[in-house]
């Protein structure tokens, strides 16, 4: 068992210093000044790209929440088969025009184009709160999943508390030396890891115990058959609603297309063909969830349970005697999916503070803003290392009230973008009413119709607001509203 | 075909996919046999969908390139600029 401990240790320690490496020498091309820092000198090709924006969205939730879900909840978890495409086809005809955007006003965040159409400080600040709100949750559990692997597979040899500050004391090291650029190569070798990692124990694991695939499923249709019939249940075993299920798929659509730091992404591409391209392949990486719901059905009719679902992935290749070789690249690509999210999200946390929540309310030098942003990498890292270590917060709820927030941008955005009529009254008030709705129903969830999404629920009063008030208001000046809405791609 | 044309096939089918996946259709798609390469028909329904939708996107970014690159031959012949650039559809 020692040797084992060490050999997996010393093959996890082997990809921590690769990413570091790959981070550090990543940041050395880049220019020094802020554009550099967030966007990258604009200057990300397709393969980059691909991976940068399939590692983000596939996150340790997608693997270890994903086998988790298809453990306990079956049928339940297809619905994440299904809102990444959904939420990333708009992208293809809204990258273009957000990275035109970029270019013609130097934007480098979100928020930043929403408040150069309707122009309020109040609007920026709101955003900035919104924003930080939802990510720090996001981060948490990536920090979480990071730990909980690595005490897990080295038999509590690293505690999780360890596990967690050595994952992301790399991961700030490479993000505070390199910025952006470290990000996209360090989520290239961690798209490809996880990517392999995933189709071999996916169909590894069901023949392993099963003798494959199909029979795996016809014991269970045998035994559970609740587990294949959708919705599928809700984590208590109760069968979850049809309302939870398909609005969870549109919130989570919307959401996804509006998530800051993918958002943001737009504005680092190279040019608007990389951008297309990279929408146009990312069903493949969604394919990717199906090895991983295989995991979890692999789960299912194990002698033996987990203490939560979410274990349920090191919990098995842990009793499935696998080599400790194959373990410890398990661990690996585990950790890659929690840092490969966990980076964007850091990084993505800083820019939009100092860009939206600092820069409106104080002028700073390019420099100053540099080093604010290292610093706010470093406190907002500790915030969320602080809450990984504390048992007592629900996660999963918290990430749920945070896409429920996420999806109020969407009307805010496409109204800069496309919606001439659009005033700064409308979506401040929209925004507010919309984030207000969705906050509401998630404190008190036996009050949402048919277990509608509060996001949605959220969007029933948003937009009415938004299109109420703009429209009682007086219109914004043409011009200005044509230097956003007329732009070409 | 034209790329105005794709610009409409990818929407509805982006419209049909989402309402292949939710209530009321996928109610009535819900059985998980047969198994088709193993797997529930539910999972292979939706992994289905996401495959199209990868066709779709394809077909549409290849209908576009073809015509900006005949834009831009147009455009070195002298000729006026065609606008064959971006639908710009919002969502």
Known sequence: ?????????????????????????????????????????????????????????????????GPGWAYSRGAAAFYILTYGVLGMAP?????PRVAALGRR??????????????????????????????????????????????????????PLWAGAAVAYGIVLVYVLAS?????????????????????????????????????????????????????GLTGDGDPWTWGGYSTAILASAIGLTMWPHLFMKAFTARDDRTMRRTVVLFPTFQLFLIPVFLIGFAGVLFPE??????????????????????????????????????????????????????????RLSDQAQRTLMRVLVVVVGAAAYIFALNEEFSLVELLLASYGI???FMPALLSAMYWRRATTAGVLSGLLAGSAVSVFFFLSPDLKPFGVHEGILGLALHLPVLIGVSLAGRPQEAEHVAGYVDVRA | MRFRSWIRITWIYHLLFAVAVTWPVQALVNNPRPFILGLPGQMTWAAAWVVGSLLVLWRLDSARSREAGAAARRANAGKRESSATDGGEPR
């Open chain 1, 1 to 65: 068992m020692m040797d084992r401990s060490g050999l997996i240790t010393i093959i996890i320690l082997a990809y921590l210093a690769i990413t570091l490496a790959v981070g550090l020498v990543a940041g050395r091309r880049a220019s020094r000044s802020v554009q550099g820092f967030v966007a990258g000198d604009r200057d990300f090709g397709l393969l980059i790209m691909y991976f940068i924006t399939g590692a983000t969205v596939f996150s340790a939730f997608a693997f270890l929440g």
């Open chain 1, 91 to 95: 992208w293809y005809a809204m990258a």
């Open chain 1, 105 to 158: 006003f130097g934007f480098v965040t979100q928020a930043q184009l929403l408040v150069g159409r309707f122009p309020s400080k109040w609007l920026s600040l709101l955003m900035a709160i919104l924003t930080l709100a939802a990510f720090v949750p996001y981060i948490t559990i990536q920090m979480r999943g990071a730990g909980i692997v690595m005490e897990a597979v080295t038999d509590g040899a690293i």
């Open chain 1, 406 to 408: 996420i999806c109020q």
């Open chain 1, 305 to 362: 349970a987990p203490d939560q679902p979410d274990f349920i992935l090191p919990f098995l290749i842990l009793r499935s005697e696998l080599p400790a070789l194959v373990v410890g690249l398990f661990c690996a690509g585990a950790l890659s999916a929690s840092m490969s999210t966990g980076d964007a999200l850091l990084h993505a946390a800083a820019s939009i503070t100092v860009a939206d929540g600092v820069q409106p309310v104080r």
């Open chain 1, 179 to 231: 910025g952006v650029s470290a990000i996209g190569w360090t989520n290239t070798l961690q798209g490809v890891f996880m990517l392999v990692i995933a189709w071999a124990l996916g169909i590894y694991l069901p023949h392993r115990l099963y003798g494959g695939v199909g029979p795996m499923f016809e014991q269970i249709l045998a035994e559970r058959p609740e587990l294949l019939s959708l919705p």
